[in-house]
Nanobody, 121 residues
Framework: QVQLVESGGGLVQAGGSLRLSCAAS????????MGWYRQAPGKQRELVAR???????TYGDSVKGRFTISRDNAKNTVYLQMNSLKPEDTAVYYC???????????????WGQGTQVTVSS
């Protein structure tokens, strides 16, 4: 089974920065798109950022100009650099990787365990 392990969450003051990482373990697979989603208590999960296998990026409107998504294919890792953080960014952040297992014809979405980001005012 493929596992995604997230790190980098924590408590930060408004205006500060955090960098999240998410690495996929295992072998015998390739990765297509990668992304970050977030969810606050009682709220639905929303897209934060996505990066395709070719490096094309997409951002949610609320984070454009503040967050940057990137990937390191050699490390099976996706990053989220978060700058100018606001209290409204407080949520559990989940990474997602679209993984194609050897022998399969299409990729499946795998999710990280989630990491808490708390931004104080």
């Amino acid at each position: 089974q493929v596992q995604l392990v997230e790190s980098g969450g924590g408590l930060v003051q408004a205006g500060g920065s955090l960098r999240l990482s998410c690495a996929a373990s295992g072998s015998g697979f390739s990765i297509n798109g990668m992304g970050w989603y977030r969810q606050a208590p009682g709220k639905q999960r929303e897209l934060v950022a996505r990066i395709s296998s070719g490096g094309k990026t997409t951002y949610g409107d609320s984070v454009k100009g503040r967050f940057t998504i990137s990937r390191d294919n050699a490390k099976n890792t996706v990053y989220l650099q978060m700058n100018s953080l606001k209290p409204e960014d407080t949520a559990v952040y989940y990474c997602m990787q679209e993984i194609l297992m050897g022998g399969d014809y299409y990729a499946r979405n795998y999710w990280g365990q989630g990491t808490q980001v708390t931004v104080s005012s």
